[in-house]
């Protein structure tokens, strides 16, 4: 499978904890993107990274949030002290060109109790 | 400010006809369109794309039309099957100060059922 890669595929926790999920985007690209989905509403972007540049950051991303993408391969977004607020689907994309088309993973669900 | 809306939640068509899906743009500096499909569990899927310098982009049983004076874009399925039953979402990509494109903006979707 050569399609872009997200894990976990379910997060369930406590609201106070910190979260991580991993993207490990197609190998080639060297555009990766971060959305948010939640119920009823298309995503929405979160982060962008150019290799290993973070270049774009929505103001969605408050400071509890932090993406990192070492080496310009995987990447990771982090949420510290969760919120009921944080229960999403976070979906990571990729591209090759700014003009192609982004794909995208299957998401990681984020479920805070 | 939905700079992107899809104003059907949701569309019912019988097997073997025609699903017609719209999507209005607010933002005229937009110059390109993807329309993506989604399964349940699963993460959207890109279908289809246009610029802004076309009205029509047809691959296969998908045709989408863009009606730039109407900022107004439609996507056609011809025929329907009951496999194409998902969500599918309009979307339109911003452009930094580069004028490279990186953030997509999308519509809330519409929900297709076709039936058999």
């Known amino acids: 499978d050569t399609g872009v890669s997200q894990n976990p595929r379910h997060k369930i926790t406590k609201r106070g904890q910190n979260v991580t999920f991993r993207c490990d985007p197609i190998?080639?690209?060297?555009?990766l993107y971060w959305y948010r989905q939640t119920l009823g509403q298309g995503p929405e972007f979160l982060t962008y990274?150019?290799?290993?540049?973070?270049?774009?950051k929505s103001r969605l991303l408050s400071d509890r949030f932090s993406a990192e993408r070492p080496k310009g391969s995987f990447s990771t977004l982090e949420i510290q002290r969760t919120e009921q607020g944080d229960s999403a689907m976070y979906l990571c994309?990729?591209?090759?060109?700014?003009?192609?088309?982004?794909?995208f993973g299957d998401g990681t669900r984020l479920s805070i109790l | 400010d939905q700079q992107v809306k899809q104003n059907s939640p949701s569309l019912s068509v019988q097997e073997g006809r025609i699903s017609i899906l719209n999507c209005d743009y607010t933002?005229?500096?937009?110059?390109?369109f993807l329309w993506y499909k989604k399964y349940p569990a699963e993460g959207p899927t890109f279908l289809i794309s246009?610029?802004?310098?076309?009205d029509k982009n047809e691959d296969g049983r998908f045709t989408v039309f863009l009606n730039k004076s109407a900022k107004h874009l439609s996507l056609h399925i011809v025929p329907s099957q009951p496999g194409d039953s998902a969500v599918y979402f309009c979307?339109?990509?911003?452009?930094?100060?580069?004028?490279?494109?990186?953030?997509?903006?999308f519509g809330k979707g519409t929900l297709l059922t076709v039936n058999p």
């Open positions: 994309a990729s591209s090759f060109t700014a003009s192609g088309p982004q794909h």
């Open positions: 190998s080639e690209h060297n555009r």
């Open positions: 990274f150019q290799n290993e540049a973070q270049l774009e």
């Open positions: 933002n005229s500096m937009f110059d390109y």
């Open positions: 246009i610029s802004s310098i076309k």
């Open positions: 979307a339109a990509p911003q452009s930094n100060s580069g004028g490279s494109n990186y953030k997509l903006t």
